[in-house]
C-alpha cells in the first residue's frame, strides 16, 4: 500500500485529536510512516520512549485490521483499556475471556469492528485460528517484547521463536517488531527469526536520563531499604528480589514499618496475584515487593522507584526491570543493592547449567552485571556501553557522578587482608578472615588457634563493613578467589604476591553505605512550585474518584505529566485544556468539565 501526501498530513492530526499529544517523539514518525507505507520495521526503544505509538497510529490509518502480538494478559489488558478510553475500537483475544465474551471480540472481529486485537504468540500460531483471517484484511502485525524470539536473550519465550512462520501465513503484510532490551546478539537473533534481514531498523538508543542510578553496597539491606523508602511513602515503587522466601520477608518488614506493601511471586494463588497487581495499578497499594515474574504486563507509567534487593543475573534484566520506573518521563530513582554474596549465589546457579555454551553466555552476563555495580565511572556510561551506545559525557545523574566516591592508597590494608587470607591457609570465607583481622574474641577463634597468628587484631582501626568492602574489591581487581565450589572459601591469585611484595601501590574506592536522604519538600518534578503542587495533589484526587467510578485505574484518565501540566497553566477552558499533553478529542469530552472546574475552584480558595 503506498501512502499519498496527504495523507502524511494527518497522522499529526491523529497524534493531536486521539492520543492528545502535539509532537512526536524522536523517531517515531519515521517508524509510523515506514508501517503505514507498508515497510516491515525493526524498533529498539527504550521503555517510556513511546514505541506503543508506533503500531497503534498506524494501525488508524492503514485499512484492516492490525494484530498485536504481546506476552502477558495484563499487559494486553492495560494497554487495551488505554486504548478504549481514547475512543480506539480494541480489544484482546485471550485464555482469561468467558466462552460468550470470546464469541463477541471474534464476532466484532468479521464484522470489521476493530481497529486492533492484542493476542498471545500461542493464541496467534494456533491454526484454526490463523485461518479465520482468510476473509479479514489484516493491516499489520506488531510483536511487542520481541526480544522474547531469541534463545540467548534474558527472556527467551518458545512461542516466541514460532513467530517466524508468520511470513509464510501473512505474505505481504507489514510486520514491525519492538523491544527496550536486546544486546547485539539478541538483535541478530530477532531479525533472523522473523525474517527481518531486510527491514528499516530503527535503533532510538537506551538511554532513560530521567532515571538516576545507585548503587549501594549492601550492608544491613533491610534498614538500607527502609530509609531510601522513608521520604517516598507517597510513591508507587517496586522493590525485586531472587526468591519466593525473600519476596515475602521483605514485605513483611516494610509491612510492619507501616509502608502500603504486598508480596508479589509465582507461589502465590494467581487471584491474590491478580488482587496485588490491580490494587498497585489503582494506586491503592505503594509498592509491590516481588520476583522477577512481576513487571512486564505493567503498564503503569506513575512507577517512581524501581528497587533491586539483590543483584541481578543480567544487564538486560536489570536495565528491563529499573525501565519500569519513570515510563512519563518524570524524575525516578533506580537502586541496586549490592553484596558479594550476592556474586557468591549467582555464580553456585550457574553451576547448576548444564548447556556449555548457555552457561558460556550467562556467565559472560552475569561478570559485566557485576562490573556495572562495581563501577567507578559514571553508572550511565557503563550501562549504555554495554549496549553498544556512547555518551560523549557523563550523565550527571547517578550516585558516581552526583557523588564521587573518594579514593584512598589501600595498599597497606590490601596487604594485610592477603596476608591474613595465607595465614588462615586459605581455607576460609570472608567473614572469619575479617573476624581474624577485627580479633574477634570468638569460641572459634580460640579453637582454631588463630587468635595467636600474626594478622590477628591488625585492623581493629577499620569497621566489619570497611573490611567487607576492601575484600570486595579485592576480589573485582583480581587478587583473590572465592571458590564458590568450596563454602567461598577465600584463596590468592597469583597477582596478589606482587602486591604483598610491595612492588606497586593500589587505590580502592572508600565503601558507600548511605544514601543522602531526600529533602521533605522534594517535588514530583523541576519548576512545580509548592502551589502548584498544591493543585496537583488535588486533581490527583479528582482522578482517583473517577477512576474508581469507571473501575479502572487512575493513569487511564489522565497521566501525572497531564496532571502536572494542568496545574501549572491552569486551563480555563475547553480549548486551553486541549492544549494539555494528553487531552485528545474523546478525553476533553469525557473529562474536561469536572477538570476545568475543579482547577477553577481551586484557584478561588483564598491562600
Known sequence: MSMMPVLMKTIKNTLRRVFGLHEFRPYQQAIIEDLIDGRDSFVLMPTGGGKSLCYQLPALHRNGLALVVSPLISLMKDQVDALVDLGVRAAFYNSTMEAAEARQILARMHANELDLLYVAPERLMNPDFIARFADIDVALIAIDEAHCVSQWGHDFRPHYAALGGLREHFPGVPLIALTATADPQTRQDILTVLGLNKAAQHVTGFDRPNIRYTVMEKHRPK????????????????????????????????????????????????????????????DDLAIVVATVAFGMGIDKPNVRFVVHYDLPKNIEGYYQETGRAGRDGLPSDALLLFGTQDIVKARLLLENTSNPDQKRIESHKLQAMIGFAESLACRRRVLLGYFGAQIDTDCGNCDICLDPPMRFDATVEAQKVLSCVYRVGERFGIKHVIDVLRGADTERMHRLG????????????????????????????????????????????AEARTLLRGEHRLQLAQPRIKEKQKKETAKPVEGVDLVDLELFESLRVLRKDLAESQNVPPYIIFGDVSLLEMSRKRPANAEEFLDITGVGQVKLEKHGELFLKAIANFLQVPA
Open 223 to 282: 534498614q538500607q531499604l527502609e530509609r531510601f523508602l522513608r521520604n517516598r511513602k507517597q510513591e508507587s515503587g517496586i522493590v525485586y528480589a531472587l526468591s519466593r522466601k525473600r519476596v515475602e520477608e521483605v514485605a513483611a518488614g516494610l509491612q510492619a514499618k507501616g509502608f502500603a506493601a504486598a508480596a508479589y511471586h509465582a507461589g502465590l494463588a494467581r487471584e491474590e496475584r491478580k488482587n496485588v497487581q490491580e490494587r498497585f495499578l489503582r
Open 450 to 493: 588463630h587468635k595467636h597468628l600474626s594478622t590477628y587484631g591488625i585492623g581493629r582501626d577499620k569497621s566489619e563493613t570497611e573490611w567487607q568492602s576492601i575484600v570486595r574489591q579485592l576480589i573485582h581487581h583480581g587478587y583473590l578467589d572465592q571458590d564458590i565450589s568450596n563454602y567461598s572459601v577465600l584463596k590468592l591469585r
